[in-house]
């Protein structure tokens, strides 16, 4: 998934609410999958 590209839509649209984080895989917890992709996205924001 293009994570940089989607915050850069969010941000660009002066958008200043919470983002939604849904999660599954099988292979995963989802917490687990959860954390790390709060993490991607606190990369680019």
């Known amino acids: 998934m293009d994570y940089e590209g989607l915050v850069n839509l969010v941000t660009a649209s002066s958008f200043r609410g919470y983002i939604g984080i849904e999660f599954a895989r099988p292979t ?18």
Not at 28 to 45: M, P, Q, V
Request: charged share 40%; proline share 0%; hydrophobic share 20%.
């Open 28 to 45: 995963s917890s989802e917490d687990e999958g959860i954390h790390n992709t709060k993490r991607l996205l606190e990369r680019y924001l």
